[in-house]
């Protein structure tokens, strides 16, 4: 049985016996990008859905393993990765990403970029039709289209602004957590875990490991205090930063060990080198260039000598990049109860009807799959009332 402990006692010993909230916050494109491996269900038209199925799966299991209070799935917005592109020229180059033309557009040229687009997407449905496949992209699109009208139903929150990156608004929850609040962060992008403390943890599906701050040196190979560090230094290939010349994660921790176990700064890096490139100077060695480099600043990348302020805003989430409107409506939005007129399940069970999922409308598979969430919609419900 557990102890009750008196609220005098407690109080007299700094111990909080207030009520602990758990919020389920889901990165929505990593996790359906990772479904999408499920590749096996089909509808007549030829159209997978499969992704949908294996996400719904993976957040309802998830959701059933605790009582959460809230979940909230959070997409990258149009044009997402804008606002570091501004910060840095070469943000995800690598992925034939084109912010210089989408920042350039004048109100003409969106108008004739949307009509460009729906003349477009006409076309992709006529290349269907004649049963054309489609590209990955398109199918990570439609399959994300309907599974956010689904979600919709199931009263789990989504947040998606144009120009805004995912990780972003998972850092404003984060950052805007009441006292209590407790954290599973959902996601295959190792780069959030430098959000992880004593009240936010990171869940990775693939893995099905949860990460806190006792296993994180375990399953990520450094504490999450030093994860932007590393990056501001060596950088990042998957989104193209480029970091100091010469230095890799395996170099980094050859001249500077300590920066996978203890909490590190840049001034206490530095000031490695710099012993190292004395003491080699002393002895008559040749001076590391690759340690040189970093007292120097020197990189391959457009960065110059401004790469550790750059790198640093581009990659701590301590600070979100976020537009003014999605900065304005989030600070409305975020505490407000869902407003549970309408939401049904009879919507959830139309949506699969209409698009032809038939393994989805299976009695027992509905059943099973969409009561996961029922726990969710009785506390959204309980705070919507609560909040009248």
């Known amino acids: ?41 089909v509808n007549a038209k030829g159209e997978e859905y499969g992704a949908i199925l294996l996400f719904l799966r993976r957040i309802g299991q998830l959701l059933m393993k605790r009582d959460f209070d809230r979940c909230t799935v959070v997409w990258d917005g149009y044009n997402s990765g804008s606002l570091r592109w501004k910060l840095y020229a070469d943000y995800k180059a690598n992925r034939d990403k084109n912010y210089e033309a989408n920042d350039s557009k004048s109100a003409y040229d969106a108008y004739i970029d949307n009509y460009t687009r729906r003349i477009l997407e006409h076309s992709r449905k006529l290349q269907k039709e004649r049963g054309k496949k489609e590209t990955d992209d398109e199918n990570f699109q ?16 989504q947040y998606m602004y144009d120009d805004v ?3 972003d608004l998972i850092s404003y929850v984060c950052k805007n957590k009441k006292k209590n609040d407790y954290i599973v962060i959902v996601s295959e992008d190792r780069d959030i875990s430098q959000l992880i403390n004593e009240q936010i943890c990171l869940y990775i599906p693939s893995k099905k490991i949860v990460v806190s701050p006792k296993n994180a040196l375990e399953h990520l190979g450094i504490i999450p205090q030093n994860v932007v560090l590393r990056k501001m230094i060596c950088g990042d290939v998957s989104d193209n930063i480029k970091g100091i010349k010469g230095i890799g994660e395996t170099t980094l921790e050859k001249y500077y060990p300590q920066i996978k176990s203890e909490k590190a700064s840049l001034e206490d890096f530095l000031g490695v080198c710099r012993s190292i490139l004395e003491e080699r100077k002393a002895s008559k060695k040749k001076p590391l260039l690759c340690l040189q480099n970093a007292l120097n600043k020197v990189t391959d990348g457009c960065q110059g000598d401004k790469i550790y302020e750059i790198n640093r805003k581009i990659i701590d989430l301590s600070e979100p990049l976020l537009t003014e409107e999605a900065r304005k409506e989030l600070e409305e939005i975020h505490d407000l109860p869902i407003d549970p007129e309408g939401r049904d399940l009879r919507n959830v069970y139309n949506i699969i009807k209409d698009n032809g999922y038939t393994a989805l409308s299976n ?11 029922e726990r969710l919609k009785k506390k959204e419900i309980e705070f919507f009332n609560e909040k009248k």
């Open 1 to 41: 049985m557990q102890q009750v402990v008196r609220k005098s006692l407690a109080q007299a010993n700094n111990i909080d016996t207030s009520a602990k909230h758990y919020h389920l916050l889901v990165d929505g494109n990593s996790v359906l990008k990772s479904s999408l491996v499920n590749k096996d269900n």
């Open 142 to 157: 439609r399959q994300r289209d309907v599974l956010i009208s689904i979600l919709e139903e199931l009263f789990v929150r």
């Open 165 to 167: 990156e995912g990780d």
């Open 363 to 373: 009695a027992n598979t509905f059943g099973g799959l969409f009561g996961q969430y």
